[in-house]
């Protein structure tokens, strides 16, 4: 991991109404890195990746992604930029074959418009593969139980060949064996594609114990930033999420 | 693609034989021109309607306004323009074809502009919006047509003797309007473009996130269809020997979304299938029950959407057939 940093979330403020659900959060993303982001029910955490992917607009502060002002454009822009997030509440395209649907991914992804429909189906297969579900790839995604739903809405993320990929809950619902093979597939991401992962996780032990560094968020602001070992001793985030210095310590060691 | 390729697939074939049939029904006189006429209308106004609800899942409930928008400005354009009245009868109706393109045109750039705002709603919200938009052409319509000339009672354009075409001529018009919808309706459920409106209809959220630009898709799409709808509009008012306020009827938009919705959403085939049942079914129950021919169509197409709710051809999409999944055969 170098320390340049991939994205840069300045002073970023979303608010519904009278509720802010992001206040002011400055941090950044270094490439090659992953990231975890973890906090309380409601702490802001999905609308962050919304502001980064252009599904809501931060009514104050700017994003930047490689330098490039990304700030308030539209959702299919940014993922043709290099980021693309899956979805909390898995939206697979349920008519569509497996196939099909990660083909979407590499037909709109960063190389849109440059990619014929051959090309897309060998990238779709391959992403496929990589997550195991290569052997249901004509069977309709409505079919598919709720952890092979997750997996196909990483394969069709990383379809759409992203720098970035952006998590959120990905392992929610899991049991612990799926849990485990979901963050072999996410280091192997990370190490062997040499993507930045930037995974929101309430699943404690997994993201602290595939994470490089762990971004803290309460009540829409950023709580504390640091290594996973840093952010399990600071008082504040023991109080703020995780009740118990020994029960946080254990989340690192395990 | 080379030609084993193409006859491998049988929607083309089945768009190719369609074809033929038609022409070997008017070069050997089994129907009547009219006969011919109506049934591609029919089926051309469920095939233009698919590009926007069968493909993008967008149900334009008043998607009769562009028959009637392109089908008042191509009885306009040939009523007070004696160029193009004359050409009625020339070139074996290749330039009605033209002028229907023209005609054509002006509803998808009020498809474009009105879907600007209008295509944000989803579901019942655009349903709506577009009857709404229906009412409000039919009302314009009706208010200023008459003061444009008083031969125009009741915003009825009669066309004069003079621009009339011969049947043969709107024939051709219609035959390669009609030719040209269900062909650009295969080359996009093919295209990437296609692919992207599916997953539009699928899922928008999940489409725009994966990099689809669902706004202008959209918008494209709804121009599109009101395109071809509204060609389809200005022929057959021609083949009416004029238009009148009955071409902004929202039944015909029910006929064409019980045509798609019988066949099969989200495919080609469905609706072709489909308004080919429906067109013969609505035929011969006009003839032989003319009293309650509706009440037993209406009965029909319950029942086929009661068992069938993905239509005739969705019924076929999970079967096999030899040793092929049919969905990849029909699709
Ligand atoms: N579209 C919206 N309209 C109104 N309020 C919203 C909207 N989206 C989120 N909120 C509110 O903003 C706050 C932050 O929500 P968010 O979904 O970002 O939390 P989260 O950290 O992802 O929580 P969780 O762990 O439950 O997923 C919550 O109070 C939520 O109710
Ligand atoms: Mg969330």
């Keep these: 991991m170098d320390e340049k940093e991939i994205i840069k979330i300045h002073n970023v403020t979303k608010r519904f109404g009278g509720l802010v659900a992001l ?17 309380p029910n409601g702490a802001g955490k999905t609308t962050l990746f919304n502001c980064i992917t252009g599904v809501y607009r931060p009514d104050d502060g700017k994003i930047f992604f490689n330098g490039l002002d990304i700030t308030g454009k539209p959702p299919h822009r940014i993922t043709q930029l290099g980021i693309v997030k899956t979805h909390q509440i898995v939206k697979p395209f349920n008519e569509f074959t497996v196939l099909e649907n990660a083909m979407i991914g590499a037909l709109f992804g960063r190389r849109a418009g440059k990619i014929s429909k051959d090309e897309a189906r060998e990238i779709a297969l391959k992403n496929l593969e990589l997550v195991g579900l290569i ?12 952890h092979e739903k997750k997996f196909l809405e990483l394969a069709r993320a990383l379809s759409a060949e992203p720098e970035v990929i952006l998590l959120d809950e990905a392992l ?10 979901s963050l072999d597939i996410v280091r192997m991401i990370n190490k062997e594609l040499g993507k930045t992962i930037v995974m929101v996780e309430h699943v404690m032990h997994a993201v602290m114990n595939v994470a490089n560094r762990i971004v803290v968020l309460h009540f829409g602001k950023l709580l504390a930033e640091g290594s996973p070992k840093e952010v399990a001793e600071m008082p504040e985030v023991i109080t703020a999420y995780l009740g118990d210095k020994d029960l946080a310590l254990k989340f690192v060691k395990r | 693609m080379d030609i084993d390729e193409f006859f491998k697939r049988p929607t083309p074939l089945f768009i190719l034989i369609l074809l033929i049939v038609i022409l070997i029904a008017k070069l ?8 011919l006429i109506t049934i591609m209308f029919f089926i051309g106004i469920a095939m233009a309607l698919n590009i926007i609800m069968g493909f993008a899942g967008y149900v334009s409930f008043g998607h009769t306004v562009f028959l009637g928008i ?47 705002p209008v295509l944000k709603l989803k579901g019942a919200f655009f349903a709506i919006a577009t009857i709404g938009l229906d009412f409000a052409a039919l009302y314009i319509i009706k208010a200023f047509i008459p003061i444009l000339n008083p031969e125009f009672f009741g915003a009825q354009i009669i066309l004069p003797a003079y621009a009339l075409a011969y049947k043969d001529n709107v024939f051709v018009a219609m035959y390669i309007t009609f030719a040209l919808i269900i062909i650009a309706n295969y080359l996009i459920r093919r295209s990437r473009f296609g692919m992207g409106l599916l997953a539009i209809s ?9 990099g689809v630009p669902t706004t202008k898709y959209k918008l494209i799409s709804f121009a599109l269809s009101a395109f071809f709808t509204g060609m389809l509009g200005a022929v057959f008012g021609l083949n009416s020997g004029g238009v009148d306020e009955n071409l902004f009827n929202l039944a015909h938009t029910i006929d064409m ?15 072709l299938v489909g308004s080919i049942i429906y067109f013969i079914l609505y035929d011969t129950l006009l003839v032989t029950y003319p009293e309650f021919n509706l009440v037993i169509l209406g009965f029909i197409v ?3 959407v009661l068992f069938a709710p993905r239509g005739v051809v969705g019924i076929l999409r999970g079967k096999q057939f030899m040793g092929k999944k049919l969905r990849d055969i029909i699709e």
């Design chain 2, 302 to 304: 319950a029942v086929i």
């Design chain 2, 257 to 271: 979304i019980v045509m798609i919705v019988i066949g099969g959403i989200g495919t080609v085939m469905g609706p």
């Design chain 2, 70 to 116: 392109s089908g008042y400005v191509f009885a306009l354009l040939v009523y007070y323009n004696r160029d193009f009245a004359n050409l009625m009868n020339m070139y074996s109706g290749i330039p009605i074809f033209f002028i229907a393109l023209l005609a054509g045109g002006v509803s998808a750039l009020v498809a474009f502009l009105v879907g600007i």
């Design chain 1, 23 to 39: 206040d002011k959060v400055t941090f950044n993303i270094y490439k090659g890195e992953i990231l975890g982001i973890i906090g």
């Design chain 1, 172 to 181: 929610a619902g899991l049991n612990p064996k799926e849990v485990e093979e």
């Design chain 2, 28 to 35: 050997l006189r089994l129907e009547t021109t009219d006969y």
């Design chain 1, 135 to 146: 052997e249901k790839k004509d069977e309709l995604a409505s079919g598919l139980t709720l």
């Design chain 2, 202 to 210: 699928e899922d928008e959220d999940a489409a725009e996130a994966l």
